[in-house]
């Protein structure tokens, strides 16, 4: 729970985008994930903003395969 | 309750609690900067534009030129001596950041890159000047991580993710620091200092729809106007005119300007009916106007007929991608929809906030005292977008907002390194210091049931979207302050189901709820009193710039609801004053 949490705190970011983006995962997408996928969310969370957004926007494609499955699932769970 | 004492604190890690930390502790002295997110994740990383300076790189150009321009752009608002200060000490400040590592764009020569951006005129209102330094479309990424960087090197220390609540003052009005919470394990902390520093952002999450991130909820405002400080000019809010509705992301002019239109409920072109000739591409806040009164009037798109669409589809799928493409990605991320087949919903979304905390050029907060000139308050300084110091007036011109916390920033550093000389020690505590911040703690402890924190806050930025958007006149606004205050009561019934330590995020939006409401008062009070237009503040009841009446800042009060006034500093500090004139472009 306490880890929910500060996940949840980790999601809070200088620009809207990804502020949407993120909540939108952390209530929703995330509860699936395994134990390793979430500690991958963990490290995800560690990039600075402007790489973040890159990602999470579609415009690179990160070059580790995890981290491109874990890209999409927090895409896809961006609800319109 | 633990207690920490330093010469100087901070309170904000965006660019311009960064750059005055910076200047404080290379000279030697002992800074804390609190701030409530991981500082590289401050709003300033979102600064994709760039930052002003007359660098003259690209074309000649010079600081009284960029002067002349945004003292029109304020709409004749802005104190002209603190303009002329930020608009000369601009290249220097750029200068400083390249210095500090950050990788601007270059031109062929290996100058620093410029764009040009809206507003900008060289030889006092002619050709286009080119004068927004840029580092790609980073910018703001670049000047935050550089300045992080540059403090971990020179020792500033940091309190990551604690959360300020409440400054402290002594009997006699001298502030002595804050207290905060940390928030990975919710213990309180006391930290104390000779001189503290505002620099907690602007407040754009007032508005349902906007362009700023979450943690951007006029804390450091709100508690200024809880410690009997006014706020100045906070009915001045910068609207773009389409943001994606309901989200707030902003579209940019580009999609208009390659052939993009607006369509209201019925399928009609309003904007013929409101600019016959520019149409879409009429200014800013004519556009905005108008789709908020399309919606206003029931012509509004959606189930809640609650937004206007973007058509873009006609342009074709190449254009699109061509010449669209970051607005493509935006859309098709968000709304799960191509702009090439499907229009885009928007309405005006909140950018900017002009207002804030008054201060003079030196970044110290004033206040007028009595029916005398304004003094400042012992102790305390305010930069950045939560200050009003005031560049930017009735309205910001794109780029002065990134000079503005770098100017200021190291300006108000400067200042505080001189009153550090003078004042050895530290001033005694009262014993009774940190008490409000305290019981606003238990408050959100105690159990019980009542209204809920994210609904109270949804009504709250909706009535502000409504009542204080781009759309103002007597009686909205009058019903605006009264649904303000009718929330303000309701909060004190609101309580929280989660009464855990650890990150315990309810705690924390409960805490940004009521400084949001506080801030919204001021802002709706503000709009309610100033029967004129002036830059971003428009009123459909009264059109014009009234400079006979009101050619002066508010300053709004928590006491009472206060409204006060105070003269516009037309003087600049060496050269001729731009008297008012009617403002074109
Ligand atoms: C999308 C977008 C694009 C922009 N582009 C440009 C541009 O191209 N050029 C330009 O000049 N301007 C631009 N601006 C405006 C500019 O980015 C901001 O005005 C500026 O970055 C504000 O900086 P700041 O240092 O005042 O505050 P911020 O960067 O917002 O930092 C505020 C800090 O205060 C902290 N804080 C807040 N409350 C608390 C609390 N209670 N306790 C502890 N810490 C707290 C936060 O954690 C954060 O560290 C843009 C704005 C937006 C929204």
Not at chain 2, 242 to 261: D, P, S
Not at chain 2, 313 to 340: C, N, Q, S, Y
Not at chain 2, 521 to 543: F, K, M, N, Q, W
Request: glycine share 8%; aromatic share 8%.
């Amino acid at each position: 729970m306490s880890e929910l949490a500060r996940l949840r705190w980790k999601c809070r970011r200088g620009m809207l985008e990804l502020d949407l983006l993120l909540r939108a995962f952390i209530n929703g997408g995330y509860a699936q994930l395994d134990a390793a996928q979430r500690a991958r969310f963990d490290q995800l969370l560690d990039y600075p903003d402007a790489l973040l957004l890159e990602w999470l926007m579609g415009r690179i494609r990160p070059t580790d395969k995890d981290v491109v499955q874990l890209v999409d699932k927090i895409r896809a769970a961006a609800a319109p | 309750m633990e207690k920490r004492s330093f010469d100087t604190l901070i309170i904000g890690a965006g660019g311009g609690g960064l750059r005055a930390a910076l200047q404080l502790s290379q000279a030697e002295a002992r800074v804390a900067v609190v701030s409530k997110v991981f500082p590289t994740r401050s709003h300033t990383v979102a600064a994709q534009g760039g930052v002003n300076a007359a660098l003259a790189n690209v074309l000649p150009d010079n600081w009284h030129w960029h002067m002349f321009d945004t003292v029109k752009g304020s709409d004749y608002l802005g104190d002209q001596d603190a303009i002329e200060y930020m608009c000369r000490a601009a290249p220097r400040a750029v200068y400083e950041l390249e210095h500090f590592g950050v990788p601007f764009s270059r031109l062929e020569t290996g100058k620093i890159y410029q764009r040009a951006f809206g507003g900008q005129s060289r030889d006092f209102g002619g050709e286009q000047a080119v004068r927004t330094c840029a580092a790609a479309d980073r910018t703001g990424h670049a000047i935050l991580h550089s300045l992080y960087q540059q403090n971990i090197h020179a020792r500033t220390h940091f309190f990551d993710e604690y959360f300020a609540m409440e400054l402290v003052q002594n009997q006699d009005g001298y502030f002595l620091g804050a207290v905060a919470m940390n928030i990975a394990d919710g213990e309180p902390i006391l930290i104390e200092a000779k001189t503290t520093i505002l620099a907690t952002g602007g407040v754009g999450q007032l508005f349902r729809t906007n362009t700023n991130a979450l943690v951007n909820t006029g804390d450091g405002m709100a508690m200024a106007l809880r410690a009997g400080i006014p706020l100045q000019d906070m009915e001045f809010f910068q609207f773009h005119p389409t943001g994606i509705a309901g989200k707030g992301m902003l579209i940019t002019e580009g999609a208009r300007g390659e052939g993009g239109y607006l369509l209201n409920g019925d399928g009609e072109r309003f904007m013929e009916r409101y600019a016959p000739n520019a149409k879409d591409l009429a200014s800013r806040d004519v556009v905005s106007r108008a789709i908020a009164t399309e919606v206003r009037e029931g012509r509004g798109v959606g189930p809640n007929r609650d937004h206007v669409l973007l058509k873009l589809d006609h342009l074709g799928a190449d254009i699109v991608k061509k010449r669209l493409p970051g607005i493509r990605d935006m859309v098709m991320t968000f709304l799960h929809t191509d702009p090439a087949d499907t229009p885009i919903p928007v309405y005006p979304t909140a950018h900017y906030t002009m207002g804030g905390i008054p201060t003079d050029r030196h970044g110290q907060v004033v206040v007028p005292v009595q029916q005398g000139a304004e003094e400042p308050v012992p102790g305390l300084y305010a930069v950045g977008e939560c200050a009003c110091v005031s560049v930017h007036g009735a309205n910001r011109l794109g780029g002065n907002s990134l000079l503005d916390i770098l100017v200021f920033g190291r300006a108000a550093a400067n200042h505080v390194i001189e009153q550090l000389k003078e004042q050895r020690y530290h001033q005694p505590i009262p014993g009774d210091a940190a008490d409000v911040a305290l019981e606003r703690l238990a408050r959100w402890n105690r159990q019980g049931k009542g209204e809920s924190i994210a609904a109270l806050r949804a009504q709250l930025t909706k009535a502000m979207e409504d009542h204080c958007g781009v759309f103002r006149n007597e009686d909205v606004l009058q019903e605006g302050q009264q649904a303000v205050l009718a929330l303000r009561e309701r909060l004190q019934d609101a309580y929280i189901d989660d009464h855990s330590q650890v990150f315990n995020t309810a705690r924390i939006e409960a805490m940004e709820l009521e400084n949001l409401v506080d801030t919204a008062l001021a802002t709706v009070s503000s709009a309610l009193a100033r029967r004129e237009s002036r830059g971003a503040h428009s009123r459909i009841d009264y059109p014009e710039r009234d400079d006979q009446q009101w050619l002066k800042h508010s300053l709004f009060s928590l006491e009472d609801l206060k409204m006060d006034y105070k003269p516009v500093r037309m003087k600049p500090l060496t050269v001729d004053s731009f008297p008012p004139k009617k403002r074109t472009y």
